[in-house]
T-cell receptor, first 111, second 116 residues
Framework: RKEVEQDPGPFNVPEGATVAFNCTYS??????FFWYRQDCRKEPKLLMS???SGNEDGRFTAQLNRASQYISLLIRDSKLSDSATYLC????????????FGTGTRLKVLA | EAQVTQNPRYLITVTGKKLTVTCSQN?????MSWYRQDPGLGLRQIYY???????DKGDVPEGYKVSRKEKRNFPLILESPSPNQTSLYFC???????????????FGPGTRLTVL
């Protein structure tokens, strides 16, 4: 089993739709989780951290489910500019400070 | 402007010809890291550094070297490049290695390397 797994997509959704991505992680001791956004051929950029209680930033909501070992990202009222690849990131909990990236979920928002 | 710079941005080379990709950050960050990104495999960490003179292997360190003689610089060295090292490389830095909601990794613009 991969350490961090994501559905590669693509998710094709109309403007204004709500879309959700999940990301599963294998190490139950993991504590730190992030969502990054990557535009085609560009560098990844932090979208949001994921807190235990869940957190929201505008149209974006991130949640953590420790029991099932997954994190989720919900995007409401999708915009054309949301089209990108969304990367799930987990920090290795063994103290090595390694960042483990998922392969990403590609989102295309259609006009 | 806070940034991570990488050079060169594009490089085509031949097997066995030593090369160095430079990385520099101006944010006084402790943590720096190198990744390679390949289709279907995502971003994989090559090496990382917690501070000056402290470096550790990531998941795919074979064929690469790094050094951290100064806080701001973290060059990636390919002593004898091979075609399987053709990839998109990113350097990144953060104040501390993850865990804080206010701490983020800042990525450089990427270096597209082709080894013939």
């Amino acid at each position: 089993r991969k350490e961090v797994e994501q559905d590669p997509g693509p998710f094709n959704v109309p403007e204004g739709a709500t879309v959700a991505f999940n990301c599963t992680y294998s190490n139950s001791a993991s504590q730190s989780f992030f969502w990054y956004r990557q535009d085609c051929r560009k560098e990844p950029k932090l979208l949001m951290s994921v807190y235990s209680s869940g957190n929201e930033d505008g149209r974006f909501t991130a949640q953590l489910n420790r029991a099932s070992q997954y994190i989720s990202l919900l995007i409401r009222d999708s915009k054309l500019s949301d089209s990108a690849t969304y990367l799930c990131v987990v920090i290795d909990p063994s103290g090595t400070y390694k960042y483990i990236f998922g392969t990403g979920t590609r989102l295309k928002v259609l006009a | 402007e806070a940034q991570v710079t990488q050079n060169p941005r594009y490089l085509i080379t031949v097997t066995g010809k030593k090369l160095t990709v430079t990385c520099s950050q101006n944010m006084n960050h402790e943590y720096m890291s190198w990744y390679r990104q390949d289709p279907g495999l995502g971003l994989r960490q090559i090496y990382y550094s917690m501070n000056v003179e402290v470096t550790d292997k990531g998941d795919v360190p074979e064929g690469y070297k790094v050094s951290r003689k100064e806080k701001r610089n973290f060059p990636l060295i390919l002593e004898s490049p091979s075609p399987n090292q053709t990839s998109l490389y990113f350097c990144a830095s953060s104040l501390f290695p993850g865990g804080s909601g206010t701490d983020t990794q800042y990525f450089g613009p990427g270096t597209r390397l082709t080894v013939l």
